[in-house]
């Protein structure tokens, strides 16, 4: 039986739901400390972090705070623990779904069954969103960077969800909506649906999907349609 795999941010969920998270987290941990630092700042460390040392997301959170309680001397009244935590519920709170996003998934689940998720969000974010937006239930695996180490496009990540589903590679489609998702697709040897809600963004592989669709339920018809023409 076929099987299809979704992307998270900027295929189901708006991409916009990870910004307004940590925007709204940075005001809410400058809150606890009594304004001993302004949340951009604190948002502007954390967006370096991420880009620069390439750590998950809570870790580069939990860092910021760090760095500066020891600029501006005061003394963080959270633990790690907490900020995890926060950092989760969080991204449940302010996740935005596509309204296209759930009548996909039904037509997907009633077509094939088995339903994969490979996101390169940390896994307690993930579990946040689905379960704050209901998603869950339509999900038989879920699998992240932050279980196993390694992002997009690793072809790691679609091969375990293909092996957690019980099938072949050959017999899975990726629906996502970036050259992460087609190249670590192609390389696991599935067909891939690239979903442009816009205009394509930037392009930094050699590989290209099966097929391009404007929204989620014709991502989902032409996922369908490859698994059962392939080549």
């Known amino acids: ?109 009633s077509a094939v069954g088995k339903l994969g998720l490979v996101s390169d969000a940390d896994t307690k974010v993930a579990d946040a969103i689905l379960d704050a937006l209901g998603l869950r239930k339509y999900f038989d695996v879920v699998v992240t960077s932050g279980e196993l180490g390694t992002k997009k496009p690793d072809p790691k990540l679609f091969i375990e969800a293909a092996r957690r589903l019980r099938v072949s590679t050959r017999e899975c489609a990726v629906i996502g909506d970036s050259w992460k998702d087609v190249e670590g697709g192609k390389r696991a040897g599935m067909k891939v649906i690239l979903v442009l809600r816009t205009q394509q963004k930037a392009w930094d592989t050699t590989y290209e999907p099966d097929d391009r669709a404007g929204n989620l339920i014709e991502a989902v018809q032409k996922a369908l349609k490859a698994l059962t023409t392939r080549s």
């Open 1 to 109: 039986m076929p099987a299809l795999i979704f992307d998270l941010f900027g295929t189901l969920v708006d991409g916009r739901s990870d910004e307004l998270a940590h925007e709204e987290l940075s005001k809410f941990l400058a809150e606890v400390h009594g304004g001993a630092f302004r949340p951009e700042e604190h948002l502007s460390i954390y967006r370096r972090l991420v880009e620069e040392r390439d750590i998950g997301s809570a870790d580069a959170v939990w860092t910021a705070l760090e760095v500066l309680s020891e600029q501006k001397g005061f003394k963080v009244a959270v633990s790690r623990e907490d900020v995890e935590a926060i950092h989760a519920e969080f991204h449940g709170r302010y996740a935005l779904i596509y309204d296209d996003a759930v009548r996909a998934l039904e037509k997907a689940k």
